[in-house]
């Protein structure tokens, strides 16, 4: 079955540019998305359709696309940013699926 | 305000039967498809499946189809997820949420994402 991959986690200090990934075969020809999941929290859309940041959304968050690989940065973290951050696409099928997630640690 | 408002956390026993809902307010409830994703304990997201309330038109991820039920009350705004019979694996905390509509100068279509997410169901399925 399809599948997408993020690294399990990341880490960088305050105001440092964080990048997460997700790898899948069908990123090509589909659209990614970017969750941010805080503890105990219901998750937030942060980036739709590999590169749109929704209304409210910070600017230091962006998103970019490229061949099989998908990628999240967060120019300049800030503590506030730690979170589960999970990729989101959709196969050749059109089933829609979640990559395993990225832990995010700002200190 | 568009909002999802979920029914509260259950606790159940394997074999038993359940039906959790997601209350939608604020939008035009039949103009909106309304999915349900499940999180297990300190697991990731996983997309359950999806309905139209306008005409009930539901898909399911292959990895749940038979195992559960989606439906909707659009008189009452009102979508579910329900088991026929618990098991333990079942635990875990569900969400309903709904995906936006993108509208251009011409046309308009629904986005693959959610956007507005309810605030969680969590199920508990133990002896």
């Known amino acids: 079955s399809y599948e997408l991959t993020q690294p399990p986690s990341v880490s960088v200090s305050p105001g440092q540019t964080a990048r997460i990934t997700c790898s899948g075969d069908?990123?090509?020809?589909?659209?990614a998305y970017w969750y941010q999941q805080k503890s105990g929290q219901a998750p937030v859309l942060v980036i739709y359709e590999d590169s749109k940041r929704p209304s409210g959304i910070p600017e230091r968050f962006s998103g970019s696309s490229s061949g099989t690989m998908a990628t999240l940065t967060i120019s300049g973290a800030q503590v506030e940013d730690e979170a589960d951050y999970y990729c989101?696409?959709?196969?050749?099928?059109?089933?829609?699926?979640f990559g395993g997630g990225t832990k995010l640690t700002v200190l | 305000e568009v909002q999802l408002v979920q029914s509260g956390a259950e606790v159940k026993k394997p074999g038993e039967s359940l039906k959790i809902s997601c209350k939608g307010s604020g939008y035009s409830f039949t103009s909106y498809w309304i999915g349900w994703v499940r999180q297990m304990p300190g697991k990731g997201l996983e997309w359950m499946g999806i309905?139209?309330?306008?005409?009930?038109?539901?898909r399911y991820s292959p990895s749940f189809q038979g195992q559960v039920t989606i439906s909707a009350d659009k008189s009452i705004s009102t979508a579910y997820l329900q088991w026929s019979s618990l098991k333990a694996s079942d635990t875990a905390m569900y969400y309903c949420?709904?995906?936006?509509?993108?509208?251009?100068?011409?046309?308009?279509?629904?986005?693959?994402?959610?956007?507005?997410w309810g605030q969680g169901t969590m199920v508990t399925v133990s002896s």
């Open positions: 309905i139209y309330p306008g005409d009930s038109d539901t």
């Open positions: 989101y696409s959709t196969d050749s099928s059109g089933n829609r699926i």
């Open positions: 949420a709904r995906p936006p509509i993108y509208c251009s100068s011409t046309s308009c279509y629904t986005g693959d994402a959610f956007d507005i």
């Open positions: 069908a990123l090509p020809k589909k659209y």
